[in-house]
């Protein structure tokens, strides 16, 4: 979830796609715990397995700890899922990809008021590519923008990073891939990876199709951005040196470190580089990023013992959401009045990964932890 994120906090509801044999909508209560007290609405969209005996994934939506189903006419054994959404008056915008042997990126318009889907836009490939897949999307009222990427038909395979405005693709360089995209004022901005050089990894962004560095580094990536309109506020992973202490003394070892980026509109070559995690020892990595009223939210995950645990930062200072006990991740951030929302997931003493939120670091389960499922976005509203 991105822009939308920062300036649009009106009231929706709206319903998520999954897939079955026919076509219907079907109301299923969430456990027991998941009720939310504060008048507020809260939204989540992401997937999960269908069964416990089968590989199929579905696309799901939990509004308020209840899970809606809405089943459009596809395959039954389509394969969905979900990687980002975003908000827009009336519209919930939901990007993901379907797979049957090959994939297709998919943008879903679903009306929030009555919870249909009106419109899916198709994301093909050009120039020849296949296997679309969008990982993030944006609306400006007037058009819908994502981004993701597609392979070539070389052998070996490789693939292309691009982005859609409506469904026209633009193609970027090959061996790049994109995770996040917004339009400012006609410009369309994507954040990615450049893994164009043998050996290097590099965060760059791209400002209608031309790219720009982020930072020296040749083993760093760019993974979500969001603007105030003045600035881009971008979040990634950087491999930094650091001092570690062990039984046998002290040395210098690499880890993955959290960077954000802000980048003046005006200006492109202005860049703040800041590290938000630059005390650790551990591997960070993150997810999504949030911006409000000057303050910068990220929201991901720190490898703690062999364990991941889900975590979010405010301004550089780490807020943990589970206790290292079993394998967890935060996917997105959201913050409405003074209460802070994450999305993800928490496996459970089964192994099962259970989706949930945590509200100021409270835990709310979506799922019976039955099968696998996460939550990729969140989005709360007021109540009416």
């Known amino acids: 979830m991105k822009i939308s994120k920062l300036i649009i906090l ?8 999954s897939c079955n044999k026919k076509k219907s909508e079907e109301n299923n209560p969430g456990p027991a715990n998941s009720s939310n007290e504060n008048g507020a609405t809260v939204h989540v969209t992401g997937d999960y397995y269908v069964n416990s005996f089968s590989a199929i994934t579905s696309a799901a939506y939990w509004k308020d700890g209840m899970k809606i189903n809405f089943y459009p006419v596809m395959l039954p054994n389509q394969f969905n899922y979900v990687n980002g959404a975003n908000w827009e008056a009336d519209t919930a915008l939901v990007c993901g990809y379907e797979s049957m042997g090959n994939s297709g990126g998919y943008v879903w318009k679903i009306n929030s008021k009555t919870g249909k889907v ?3 836009i198709s994301l093909i490939a050009s120039n020849g590519g296949q296997n679309a897949k969008s990982y993030d ?14 392979a070539l038909a070389t052998s070996p395979v490789k693939i292309k990073g691009c982005y859609w405005v409506n469904e ?17 004022n006609g410009d369309v901005y994507v954040v990615g990876r450049d893994f164009s050089s043998a050996g290097e990894l590099k965060a760059v962004f791209w400002k209608n199709g031309i790219k720009y560095s982020l930072s020296n580094s040749k083993s760093a990536y760019a993974e979500s951005v969001v603007t105030d309109g003045n600035y881009l506020y971008i979040c990634g992973t950087d491999t930094v040196s650091v001092p570690v ?5 002290l040395y210098m070892a690499n880890r993955h470190h959290v960077k954000v980026w802000k980048v003046s509109l005006s200006n492109l070559s202005s860049i703040t580089e800041t590290d938000f995690t630059q005390t650790s020892i ?10 409000l009223n000057g303050d910068v939210y990220v929201c991901g995950n720190t490898q703690v013992n062999s364990k991941s645990v889900a975590n979010y930062w405010k301004n550089g200072q780490e807020v943990s959401l589970s206790s290292g006990t079993n394998d967890a991740n935060a996917y997105d951030i959201v913050v409405h009045g003074s209460d802070v929302y994450v999305a993800g997931y928490e496996k459970n003493a089964g192994g099962k990964q259970v989706a949930k939120y945590w509200k100021n ?12 499922a996460s939550a990729k976005a969140i989005f709360v509203s007021d109540k009416k």
Do not use: P, R
Request: aromatic content about 16%.
């Open 10 to 17: 009106s009231v929706l509801a709206f319903v998520m796609l």
């Open 118 to 120: 009106f419109q899916g």
């Open 137 to 150: 999307v944006f609306g400006d009222g007037k058009k819908v923008y994502a981004c993701g990427y597609f």
């Open 168 to 184: 026209t693709c633009y193609g970027l360089e090959t061996n790049t891939n994109t995770s996040g995209i917004v339009a400012v």
């Open 245 to 249: 202490t062990t039984s046998e003394g």
């Open 282 to 291: 551990y591997e960070n990595y993150c997810n999504e990023i949030f911006y």
């Open 361 to 372: 670091g409270t835990s709310v389960d979506l799922s019976d932890g039955s099968t696998n």
